[in-house]
């Protein structure tokens, strides 16, 4: 099995900044990749960010000026540093990951339950 810990949304002002923070852990035998994508009410999930394992990092144009993406690979964690958020940033953000469980060849991918950011004066 695979466990997510999400951590670092919450409500914040237009302008404010939140770091958002994955864990993964389980029966894991190699991951690959590890990203954030987000759902706003009404709209479809897209990409926000993703990063490999040897560090490249794609940002969304829509956020790229205000989001940044790094990993931790010896801790399996993903973080999301969000600057100069604005109402329309207001989703729920998803982790996910690409990886090789314990005793498969296959890389599959796995999804977080979400954290809730809000963006509101």
């Known amino acids: 099995q695979v466990h997510f810990v999400e951590s670092g949304g919450g409500l914040v002002q237009p302008g404010g900044s939140l770091t958002l923070s994955c864990v993964v852990t389980g029966n894991i035998f190699s991951i690959y990749s590890m990203g954030w994508s987000r759902q706003a009410p009404g709209k479809q999930r897209e990409m926000v960010a993703h990063i490999g394992s040897s560090g490249s990092s794609i940002v969304a144009d829509s956020v790229k000026d205000r989001f940044s993406v790094s990993r931790d690979g010896g801790s399996n964690t993903v973080n999301l540093q969000m600057n100069n958020l604005k109402p329309e940033d207001t989703a729920l953000y998803y982790c996910?990951?690409?990886?090789?469980?314990?005793?498969?060849?296959?890389?599959?991918?796995?999804w977080g339950q979400g954290t809730q950011v809000t963006v509101s004066s």
């Open positions: 996910y990951t690409n990886l090789i469980p314990e005793g498969s060849r296959r890389i599959d991918e796995y």
